[in-house]
């Protein structure tokens, strides 16, 4: 498989905020929201017992009711080994993917990590050990650049990862 550039493709991995308990909470929070909007809105009952005005009600139905949803359902980080190295992009907070190239990576592992406890959770996170870019689970590949910055990308096929670095690497 080949890129747009003509780079040679060894590994794709793309990863979403999927899981169940996550988006029971967020839409559990989207429903408040929609429920606040009718009541105060259409049916012109006052939500609650100091109700908000009806532009910030509208605001907080967009932001929350709508965007809030959207932004976790579009989220995404996508890693790729091509050729000429390392790619990955945490989609939409990087608009480009961000390139560790073969010469600036000194030593990479696979490995089990703890995110709530090593980096405060998923997404991208600053712990102890770095830098992580994760988004489920416990497993990934840290990886160490020659400058010494260690970076953990997790990853449910954690092993391919390793191996298409390993391909990379010989090269």
Not at 57 to 73: D, M, N, Q, S, T
Not at 99 to 113: F, G, H, N, S
């Amino acid at each position: 498989m080949a890129d747009k550039d003509g780079t040679e493709v060894l590994f794709r991995e793309v990863q979403r905020f999927r899981q169940s308990w996550l988006w029971i909470i967020i839409l559990s929070i989207t429903a408040v929201c929609i429920y606040a909007a009718v009541e105060q809105l259409i049916l012109g009952n006052p939500f609650g017992n100091n109700p908000a005005p009806d532009i910030y009600l509208i605001v907080i139905v967009i932001i929350f009711g709508a965007g809030f949803p959207l932004l976790f359902y579009k989220i995404n980080l996508t890693t790729e080994v091509r050729s000429d190295g390392l790619y990955y992009r945490f989609f939409p907070l990087h608009c480009s993917f961000q390139r560790i190239t073969p010469e600036d990576l000194a030593e990479y592992e696979v490995r089990t990590y703890k995110p709530l406890r090593e980096y405060g959770g998923w997404g991208i996170r600053y712990g102890a050990k770095g830098k992580a870019y994760n988004v489920r689970g416990n497993r990934g590949v840290q990886l160490k650049r020659t400058s010494g910055e260690l970076i953990l990308i997790g990853s449910q096929r954690p092993e391919e990862l390793a191996g298409a670095l390993a391909l990379v690497l010989k090269r």
